[in-house]
């Protein structure tokens, strides 16, 4: 099983990458420019910068929140996807030791410390999600390659769908009393987790709508 989380990780944090690229193609710089753009780069101006334009032509100052929901609703909401989906492959990591000291673990002892019972299956619904999720993204990738505002679009629709599903598996685990719900911090545990899958996904779908509106 920790293979799979590892592939199903990857799978998710690659597939979204790749949709992300193809709205963001990168700059060819005149040659004479190169070595004055490694200099601004240096300076840190030329990073900002070209984060902002990558984020719409963003005016919020760099390192600002601004800054970042103008990302990811420029996005679609998949910039924030790819920042979740990592979550999971450290988790993975750490579950096959390959990173260094034990915060690996504890991030994966955090995950699992949800369930009071059943929690392999759990994972193994979480990993049918993922790996459904990137085939429908390879999908999405053959169908619209080229076409860069209707691969965003519809990856979106899937990530959306996807949180979607998220946001019903653990309420009907909680349903068959899989996850750990008694006691204050226990529900409040819960309840985060499941705030935040909510909200990811209604971000998705305002990215969609947003989208199909546009």
């Given at each position: 099983?920790k293979?799979?989380?590892?592939?199903?990780a990857?799978c998710?944090?690659?597939?979204t990458?790749i949709?992300?690229?193809?709205?963001?193609?990168?700059?060819?710089?005149?040659?004479?420019?190169?070595?004055?753009?490694?200099?601004?780069?240096?300076?840190?101006?030329?990073?900002?910068?070209?984060?902002q334009?990558?984020?719409?032509?963003?005016?919020?100052?760099?390192?600002?929140?601004?800054?970042?929901k103008?990302c990811?609703?420029?996005?679609?909401?998949?910039?924030g996807?790819f920042a979740?989906s990592?979550?999971?492959?450290?988790?993975?990591?750490g579950?096959?030791n390959?990173?260094?000291?034990?915060?690996?673990?504890k991030?994966?002892?955090?995950?699992?410390?949800?369930?009071?019972?059943?929690?392999?299956?759990?994972?193994?619904?979480?990993?049918i999600?993922?790996?459904?999720?990137a085939?429908?993204n390879?999908?999405?990738?053959?169908k619209?390659a080229?076409?860069?505002?209707r691969?965003?679009?519809?990856?979106?629709i899937?990530?959306a769908?996807?949180?979607?599903?998220?946001?019903?598996?653990?309420?009907?685990?909680?349903?068959?009393?899989?996850?750990?719900?008694?006691?204050?911090?226990?529900?409040?545990?819960?309840?985060?987790?499941?705030?935040?899958h909510?909200?990811?996904?209604?971000?998705?779908?305002?990215?969609v709508?947003?989208?199909?509106?546009?």
């Amino acid at each position: 099983m920790k293979l799979a989380v590892l592939i199903a990780a990857l799978c998710t944090a690659s597939c979204t990458a790749i949709n992300l690229a193809a709205v963001r193609p990168k700059p060819q710089l005149p040659r004479a420019n190169k070595e004055s753009n490694k200099v601004l780069a240096l300076r840190g101006g030329g990073v900002v910068q070209g984060v902002q334009k990558i984020c719409g032509n963003s005016k919020s100052p760099g390192f600002s929140v601004g800054l970042l929901k103008d990302c990811i609703q420029a996005s679609d909401g998949l910039l924030g996807v790819f920042a979740w989906s990592t979550l999971y492959l450290f988790g993975a990591l750490g579950w096959l030791n390959l990173l260094p000291g034990d915060w690996g673990a504890k991030l994966q002892n955090a995950f699992e410390s949800i369930y009071r019972k059943q929690g392999e299956l759990g994972y193994i619904r979480f990993e049918i999600l993922f790996i459904l999720s990137a085939v429908a993204n390879t999908a999405v990738l053959i169908k619209f390659a080229g076409d860069s505002a209707r691969l965003l679009h519809w990856s979106a629709i899937v990530w959306a769908t996807t949180f979607t599903l998220i946001v019903l598996k653990f309420y009907t685990e909680k349903q068959m009393g899989w996850i750990d719900t008694d006691g204050l911090g226990a529900r409040l545990k819960y309840d985060g987790i499941q705030l935040f899958h909510i909200g990811f996904a209604a971000w998705l779908w305002h990215g969609v709508f947003r989208g199909t509106a546009a």
